[in-house]
């Protein structure tokens, strides 16, 4: 291996066409299937795969003659060794050869275990770098392979994978076009998700329940779904998702009503007197579905006018209290009333009927900036600069 070692691609193809990459790929070969612990072997092992990740870089023929030797099962075995660097270098032998049409056969079911085992790969080495750029550069690329990645996984996984694209909608250099296409369709897919799921996060009122993992990836679900909302590159698709606004609304109300039948993680609090193994978990959500809602609404007459036959705004503004579960839930909600009545009278005037007739705070809605001022016999919901 050492002699091949080495930046020159004209030696490269030399390498390919003398047969090295078939017997380098045999002979790691050798070295998975021997579990062997002994350093000498260990260490032929990485100069083996470096072998090949140098043979591959910049040459497709060679990225394509290890594919051909290696794919399914030498990866695999590469990437979920116990040793960090044979698993790294592993990783980096794998991202170099991968290109579209390569990702597209993790779709087949006889190979996906290659994609679910970069995710436990990953769960247990989440700071290795080729490891995340597998999963966000390559396989975030090809929408349909999340979607059976997620079907197929444990809830574990999920919260794993669901992190990952987090962390991808949060870089800050440039997507090209077609990953924010892939990433839309993304959005679109997880918004199926949390609208299939998201009843499972009730079964936090009930301590102990054993299926409180799903309960998490639901949490996970919404927090993705208000930062790809945050992002007007995500916003539009998602507002249109059909059934995303009611399910959000429907999900408030639920949590809303579970908080006051008993004392649970959906009770509004003002001591934080819940204990923290109950209020960690869904510290923020109804916080969180506000915002969402906010967003969703956000210079869309069409999803402000839902909101209004949904009776969402009067179950927003009886969510505006304090509520040490939910930091920051009252700036949401001023947030919500916002664009929920940004342009739109009708929604405006409901407001101003509700404070009429009683069933607004006053106070509430002064704390939120807002004054009911009446006008040529009509009421009128203001905005007003706070002292």
Known sequence: FLVFYGPHSSLFIHDREVGLIEKATALIDVFTASNSAQESCIVA??????????????????QNSIWKEAFPHLFLNCLTHED??????GAMVFYTCMDEDK????????????????????????DAEWLHLI???????????????????SHADRMILLELILSKISEKSPLSEREMTSLRHIAEFLSDCFQKQCKAVLKLA?????????????????DLLCEMTSDADHLTCLQSCAGLLDTVVDTLRLTQLAGKQSKNVFTSTHTA??????????MGFKAHLIRLIANLCYRNRENQEKIYQLDGIPLILDNCSIDDNNPFLNQWAVYAIRNLTENNEKNQELIASMERQGLADTSLLENMGLRVEERDGK?????????
């Open 206 to 222: 009930s301590p102990g329940d054993s299926e409180e993992e799903e309960a998490l990836v639901v949490i996970r679900l919404l």
């Open 135 to 153: 999963v966000t550069d390559r396989f975030f690329k090809c929408p349909e392979l999340v979607k059976q990645m997620y079907a197929s996984q």
């Open 379 to 387: 009421l009128l919901l203001k905005s007003v600069k706070k002292k």
């Open 273 to 282: 007197s819940l204990g923290s193994d109950l209020t960690h978990a869904a």
């Open 84 to 89: 960090d660097k044979v698993s790294a270098y």
């Open 45 to 62: 092992f990485r100069c083996g795969l470096q072998f090949l990740g140098n043979v591959a870089g910049g040459n497709r023929a060679s």
């Open 103 to 126: 990702t597209a056969t993790l779709l087949d079911p006889t190979n996906l275990h290659l994609a679910l085992g970069v995710i436990t790969a990953y769960s247990k080495r989440p």
